[in-house]
């Protein structure tokens, strides 16, 4: 059986994961999952930001991140007004770049760094040092000192050993950096263990429970060198039940009190993180930034209500809900093979190395044919890479037009967060490039690699 023969393979649909509903139509873009300005044209091709993806692999190549511009600045606008009186920090490590710097400041967006990379490429792009957060458990003194230097906003301090680093670095350049506590607040978050952060057996920040997050807050207040603006809580991410974060805010807030009540300082600042969870597939019913703040400011002015505190400012830190769904990924297909009557295997010119997720974190991606519309009936597809791994998958499970051929082009929606940033050269396959689209022009931000990069850094 040919996976070009159309319907061929209808019957195996009943491979299909319970949860994965056949399209009435494949040609159908749902909203939920594709940057705002895409659309199928009445040739069935796909277009974004005015250019059509055909023109767009013709001219850059594939594979390519293809980010909406007018998609990712409504998204940054929509978080910077709905915590209007506090403070979005983008966390950069979602994906890095100056130009998607420069954006994120100009639409008002304070930033999130964790390491020296991400602060070096936030300066390089001209982002406000005072408008930085530096992150991090294990910040090296070359990290802390440019940190410093630099004059960024704040510095989330997450050990013992990272204090005393940093009081002393503070101390021997006069200077008085203002720092968060990073606090372990216990929750369980609904996601997948290793992007979840705040139960207790993990790496980062101070146990609220043992009582090191107090005793940290404690050592910096009666430090001088260091300024003490808030306590900072972080639970994981790719999180859609609030239920999480409401216990997290609740028990941080306790902690919030008890500084006031032991040390009589009412902290100015309150970071709740990231982790606000979006659409990968028909599945997914993300909220809106207008909802979770407004759920997360009630929250927070119940609890201060409750125990007397004045409402703290409320700064938040999402990532891949900002840059997430304004992304996705171009391939081309090179090979469509039916296993068997159990799936068909459509292989494009990427996989692992420009999206781990899938292999990484057991992640559910969907997929499209992008440059043309099918009426073929839909087959039960696993789009794969071109790496030598098995576990090279992209999208597990999508149904596609039945016809799906190579020299098709296929997009992958909501590849923004943790594809490029996660991105390696597993195989020696170069990184695609980042093409940014609005108005009808497509700029280059990151170019492709090329195996001259490559060859450039073996210097043996
Ligand atoms: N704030 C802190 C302190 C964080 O550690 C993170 C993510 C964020 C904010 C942003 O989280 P977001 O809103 O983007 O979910 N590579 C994984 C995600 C790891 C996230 C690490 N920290 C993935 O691909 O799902």
Redesign the pocket.
């Known amino acids: 059986m040919s996976a070009h023969e159309a319907g061929a393979l209808h019957a195996e649909i009943g491979h299909a994961p319970v949860w994965l509903r056949q399209p009435a139509d494949v040609n159908t873009l749902l909203p939920q999952l594709w940057p705002r300005t895409v659309e199928r044209g009445a040739d069935g091709v796909l277009s974004v930001g005015g250019r059509t993806v055909r023109e767009l692999a013709e001219e850059y190549g594939t594979p390519a991140y293809v980010l909406d511009e007018v998609d990712f600045r409504a998204r940054c606008r929509e978080w910077r007004d709905a915590f209007a009186g506090g403070e979005v920090h983008y966390?950069s490590?979602?994906f890095c770049c100056k130009a998607v710097v420069r954006i994120v400041a100009e639409e008002g967006l304070s930033l999130?760094v964790c390491t020296g990379g991400e602060l070096a490429v936030a300066l390089a792009a001209g982002m406000p040092a005072g408008r930085i957060a530096l992150?991090g458990n294990n910040k090296s003194v070359a990290e802390l000192t440019r940190a410093i230097e630099a004059g960024v906003g704040r510095i989330v301090v997450d050990s013992f050993d990272e204090i005393d680093r940093l009081t002393a670095l503070a101390r021997a350049r006069g200077v008085r950096p203002r720092v968060m506590v990073r606090v372990t607040a216990g929750v369980e978050a609904h996601t997948h263990e290793f992007?979840a952060?705040a139960h207790e057996d993990q790496k980062f920040g101070f146990s609220l429970a043992s009582g090191a997050a107090a005793k940290a807050a404690s050592r910096i207040l009666h430090e001088d060198a260091l300024e003490l603006v808030g306590l900072h809580s972080?639970i994981g991410?790719?999180i859609f039940d609030t239920s999480g974060f409401e216990i997290s805010a609740r028990r941080v807030l306790s902690l919030h009190a008890a500084i006031r009540d032991e040390h009589g300082v009412e902290l100015p600042e309150l970071d709740l993180?990231?982790?606000?969870g979006i659409a990968y597939t028909s599945q997914d019913t993300p909220s809106t930034a207008a909802d979770l703040a407004a759920g997360l400011r009630k929250i927070v002015a119940e609890e201060c209500g409750l125990r007397n505190l004045a409402v703290p400012r409320l700064s938040v830190?999402?990532?891949?809900?900002i840059v997430g769904p304004a992304v996705f990924t171009l391939y081309e297909v090179g090979t469509v093979k039916d296993v068997d009557g159990i799936r068909t295997y459509v292989s494009v010119d990427g996989g692992m190395s420009d999206n781990i997720?899938t292999a990484l974190?057991n992640a559910h991606y969907s997929a499209t044919v992008a440059g043309r519309a099918s009426s073929a009936p839909p087959i039960l597809a696993r789009v794969v890479g071109k790496h030598c791994e098995s576990g090279d998958i992209v999208v597990q499970d999508e149904f596609l037009p039945g016809d799906v051929q190579p020299g098709d082009l296929l997009a992958v929606p909501a590849t923004g967060?943790?594809c490029r940033s996660?991105a390696s050269n597993y195989n020696h396959v170069p990184r695609p490039p980042v093409l940014a689209v609005a108005g009808g022009v497509a700029r280059v931000i990151v170019r492709r690699e090329t195996e001259d990069d490559l060859l450039a850094l073996d210097v043996g």
């Open positions: 966390a490590k979602a999130d992150h992007i952060t972080h991410s790719q993180g990231g982790g606000y830190e999402p990532g891949r809900a997720r974190y967060a943790y996660m």
